[in-house]
């Protein structure tokens, strides 16, 4: 399909490229580093990641195979209508198979599959700053990473400790980037955040809203915060996947009547998709 | 060349100072915060200030405790090594530090002290957390520890502060500040707002902890029965600058200054 004419590459103008590129550069010279950028308005709306759209639309070439995933999946709204927004503006192929992808946005997941150095996985982030519910104040946040003034982050551990016996938060779990930098890894599950450490993929964050672009170069050492007696845990998959018997991937809870039915199936459908042996050609 | 020997020079023994403000003075334009306040506090020693509301004494115990800058004048402090250091000379890191470990700063109102959403031993907790202490074990026994010797329940140790009654917060307050074994506390009224029964716990709580731990403290009160009370000094403000300074019980027994006089014969006699 080829590109229409009536919109820039990527729909972006070459400046406000050039712009998020610099944005870019920085990020992941200071990885974990929130980097100010001016987001643009996208033609939708805040929180539908305006913020991972401008991302994508600088780093994509012509060449690139875009894919997009919503929650793990490539066929909700989302990602949809994202996939088809880059279709249109710059022409380029999509895809929904992980191993093809050379660009992958996503909304909160991170793929079952093993990533590769020639990939770029692109966060959409609501709210890039870890200590935001702690220390509402945007600039004693900042001054706070500045000093690496953390020990509030811990201090949210200790409450999930004293109140639940263990640590309850379960997605946008805090972890430290490189020994240095406290980040917000978006409302990913933490089940994923292991992931992130050592990945061979550069990963990309952007915050639309709130005008933030930050980074993980490949293979960048990530740490989610604990305390010794409370050691981070993955969340334990206590179930099967109904559709492919994946016994170690993240599950997605389906109501499937107003009886009480439910089936636990893949979050990753092309995960789930290649492993019941019908990944589209 | 001798400034700078004396500024690296340890300092040994209980005779320095631990804290030594020369010349302060703030000014909010043409506004007078505090004029020309000098200051020693030695170890173990507790310092009222007193004077009418609007005499500067807040903005005397901010630029203290480097909270503010000040116009003119300056502030040093022997720390743990026992090097007396210029306080506007520390970097930002190092001055938090020091405001975390070594000092400490009860607030009049509890909620600008405590964190009103984290629980009370969350709260006694921030300040290990923040030098590094990572044993949820460890820290929860230290912070029932402190919570004990505030009085306060070991089974309200899992809630807020705003289900706090006024001298609980302020009891918790004193508690998340002595968690680091501070020398030096600032207090700004602290029993401010506290019906009398509950400012005597909260007052004998301080005495006692002066008393065991060697704390000094720098103390902003409008009581003078609370100053006589608790403090060894009293400097009495009024319009910026010091007007009376002098041991506690010689100037509220024989004051020199008609404003002294005036603050004193004011007390209600029962």
């Known amino acids: 399909m080829s590109a229409n004419s009536a919109y820039n590459f990527a729909y972006l103008d070459e400046q406000t490229k050039r712009m998020i590129r610099r944005a870019i550069l920085k990020a992941i010279a200071i990885p974990g580093y929130q980097v100010p950028f001016a987001s643009r308005e996208m033609p939708m709306p805040y929180g539908w990641g305006t913020g991972g759209v401008q991302v994508t639309a600088a780093v994509l070439g012509a060449n690139d195979v875009l894919k997009v995933i919503d929650q793990g999946a490539d066929d909700t709204t989302n990602a949809v209508s994202i996939r088809k927004f880059f279709e249109k503006t710059a022409g380029v192929a999509t895809t929904t198979r992980t191993r093809d992808a050379t660009i992958i946005q996503t909304r909160h997941r991170i793929p079952e599959a093993q990533l590769s150095e020639e990939q770029i996985l692109v966060y959409q982030v609501p709210i890039p700053e870890p200590l935001r519910f702690l220390e509402p104040r945007e600039p004693e946040t900042r001054r706070m990473h500045a000093l690496e003034d953390y020990g509030l982050m811990h201090v949210k551990l200790y409450e999930d400790i004293a109140r639940h016996g263990h640590i309850a938060t379960t997605y946008a779990y805090p972890v430290k980037v490189d020994g240095r930098y406290v980040m917000d890894p978006s409302p990913t599950p933490k089940f994923d955040n292991p992931k992130m450490d050592d990945c061979p993929a550069l990963q990309l964050f952007g915050a639309g809203r709130e005008k933030r672009i930050y980074a993980l170069p490949p293979y960048t050492c990530v740490v989610s915060l604990d305390f010794e007696d409370h050691p981070f845990e993955r969340t334990p998959i206590a179930a099967k996947c109904e559709l492919c018997g994946a016994d170690s991937a993240f599950l997605d809870e389906i109501v499937t009547d107003d009886q009480g039915g439910r089936m636990f199936v893949c979050s990753d459908t092309d995960y789930c998709e290649s492993r019941r042996g019908e990944a589209s050609p | ?270």
């Open chain 2, 1 to 270: 060349m001798t400034a700078l020997l004396s500024e690296c020079r340890p300092l040994v023994g209980n005779d320095q100072p631990l804290l030594q403000a020369t010349g302060l003075s703030k000014f909010f334009g043409p506004r007078v915060g505090c004029q020309d306040v000098s200051l020693e506090v030695h170890e173990g020693e507790v310092i009222a200030v007193v004077g009418e509301s609007g005499s500067g004494k807040s903005t005397l115990l901010l630029l203290l405790s480097t909270q503010q800058l000040p116009s003119s004048g300056s502030i040093s402090c022997r720390m743990r090594d026992g090097v007396t250091r210029d306080l506007f000379r520390l970097t930002e890191a190092e001055r938090r530090h020091l405001l975390r470990t070594d000092w400490g700063f009860v607030h009049q109102d509890a909620r600008l002290g405590l964190r009103m959403g984290v629980s009370a031993g969350g709260n006694v907790g921030e300040r290990l957390m923040a030098v590094g202490w990572r044993h949820y074990g460890k820290i929860r026994a230290e912070a029932q520890a402190w919570l004990e010797r505030v009085e306060i329940a070991t089974d309200r140790m899992d809630d807020r502060p705003d289900t706090f009654s006024g001298g609980m917060r302020q009891r918790l307050q004193v508690a998340k500040n002595m968690v680091t074994h501070p020398r030096l506390v600032f207090m700004d009224e602290p029993t401010g707002g506290l019906d009398v029964s509950v400012q005597a716990r909260v007052l004998d709580l301080i005495r006692s902890f002066v008393s065991d731990y060697g704390l000094a403290a720098v103390i902003v009160t409008h009581d003078l029965a609370i100053a006589r009370l608790l403090s060894h000094r009293i400097l009495v403000m009024r319009q910026g600058r010091v007007i009376e300074n002098g041991l506690t019980d010689q100037v509220l027994d024989d004051p020199r200054e008609p404003y002294t006089q005036l603050l004193v014969s004011s007390i209600l006699q029962t």
